[in-house]
Each structure stands twice: as structure tokens, then as C-alpha cells.
T-cell receptor
Framework: DTGVSQDPRHKITKRGQNVTFRCDPI?????LYWYRQTLGQGPEFLTY????????KSRLLSDRFSAERPKGSFSTLEIQRTEQGDSAMYLC??????????????FGPGTRLTVT | AQSVTQPDIHITVSEGASLELRCNYS??????LFWYVQSPGQGLQLLLK??????LVQGIKGFEAEFKRSQSSFNLRKPSVHWSDAAEYFC?????????????FGTGTRLQVFP
């Protein structure tokens, strides 16, 4: 169990550019979550997957954001035409969920995005 | 809708002193509650969780939390704080029982520890 990993850890981009982040969950975990955290705030839910199916998207996730988990393992979060308001820490988490049992989310170190 | 309130933005304690971080939640049913800690530049680490049973739960690093339904609270405590406990602490509630999917976080409490 190597934990949840995210790449890159830091990304600086110019407004209008596209960026893509990757998350590798704990290997046996079937759920994967994306959160966004801005300075001085707690994480806010963006979306989550169960295996390869995207089960929910927050209204925070505008049309410029897209997330995938093509084989039910790693996930990517892409932001198109970045804006300065996209500057934040993007956190990924994973959990092992089964019906009728509780699960808990394990977080990665995050990707800090700065849009200039 | 569920919500979490952490009334204290910033708390300062001396090393060795006791600590209590407050968390109030709004939730219609039995909540699934968590405390996470975040060190600078790091992701969140789970300290403890509550979903049923004994209302006093023990976590890692010597932390404990008490669920009080009558007060809608889930306060985090530690009897003696260490300098390494300086970090940001987040309380969170799961959206539904037995199903964390979407965690709702408070705004956090920053803990500063003086030697």
C-alpha cells in the first residue's frame, strides 16, 4: 500500500492554457474522488468515480473541467482554458466501498495549481 | 443540506497544554463524522471517525473526539499537545450513513503550538 499519489505536485500555467492532473489511488480501492481546496477553506467536492463510472459531478465543475477514470484505476482531471479563479489545491482521494459497510477516504498530497 | 461549522479559525496553545477543537454539524439523520489533519503542503490524514456505537472515539496521535447528538457537536481533544501537532484540522461529515461519497468539510482550524 503506497498511498494515493498525484502528479504533478505543482503546476504553474498561464491563463487560457489547458492542464491535466493525474491521480493514482490505493490499488484495491474502487472509489476515487476529486476535491478542490482554496486558501483558507476546507476541501470542496468536485466529482467521484466508482470503478470507471463517474457517479456525481458538483455544480462547481464547470464545462471546462472534465475527469476520467478509463480503466477504473488512475484518474485524470483536465481543466481547459484555465482562469485565475482555478488557482487552488486539487486533492484526490480513494476508498474501498462495499454495500452495507462504511468506508473512509484516503487523500493524496494534492496538486497545487497557479494560474498567472 | 448538510453543513459543518468550525467556529475557531485559529487556536494557539503551549506545548503540553490540553486542546479542544470545536465542530458543529447540521445533518438530519445519524451522521458519519471525521476529523482530518493537514500539515503545510500536504494532503489530509484521517485522525478518527465516528458512525455509531461508543460516542467517544479514539484516533491516531493521541487524539480523541466525542459525539454529542444533543449539541450536534463532534469536538476533537488531546490531553497534551506536542509541537508536531501544529497543523490545520478539518472536521467533515459524510453525506449519508454508510456512504461517505461526498464529504462536506468545515473551513478548518489552524493550530499553533508554542514551546
Amino acid at each position: 500500500d503506497t498511498g494515493v499519489s498525484q502528479d504533478p505536485r505543482h503546476k504553474i500555467t498561464k491563463r487560457g492554457q489547458n492542464v491535466t492532473f493525474r491521480c493514482d489511488p490505493i490499488s484495491e480501492h474502487n472509489r476515487l474522488y476529486w476535491y478542490r481546496q482554496t486558501l483558507g477553506q476546507g476541501p470542496e467536492f468536485l466529482t467521484y468515480f466508482q470503478n470507471e463510472a463517474q457517479l456525481e459531478k458538483s455544480r462547481l465543475l464547470s464545462d471546462r473541467f472534465s475527469a476520467e477514470r478509463p480503466k477504473g484505476s488512475f484518474s485524470t482531471l483536465e481543466i481547459q482554458r484555465t482562469e485565475q479563479g482555478d488557482s487552488a489545491m486539487y486533492l484526490c482521494a480513494s476508498s474501498l466501498w462495499a454495500p452495507g459497510s462504511t468506508d473512509e477516504q484516503y487523500f493524496g498530497p494534492g496538486t497545487r495549481l497557479t494560474v498567472t | 443540506a448538510q453543513s459543518v461549522t468550525q467556529p475557531d479559525i485559529h487556536i494557539t496553545v503551549s506545548e503540553g497544554a490540553s486542546l479542544e477543537l470545536r465542530c458543529n454539524y447540521s445533518y438530519g439523520a445519524t451522521p458519519y463524522l471525521f476529523w482530518y489533519v493537514q500539515s503545510p503542503g500536504q494532503g489530509l490524514q484521517l485522525l478518527l471517525k465516528y458512525f455509531s456505537g461508543d460516542t467517544l472515539v479514539q484516533g491516531i496521535k493521541g487524539f480523541e473526539a466525542e459525539f454529542k447528538r444533543s449539541q450536534s457537536s463532534f469536538n476533537l481533544r488531546k490531553p497534551s499537545v506536542h509541537w508536531s501537532d501544529a497543523a490545520e484540522y478539518f472536521c467533515a461529515v459524510g453525506r449519508s450513513f454508510y456512504n461517505t461519497d461526498k464529504l462536506i468539510f468545515g473551513t478548518g482550524t489552524r493550530l499553533q503550538v508554542f514551546p
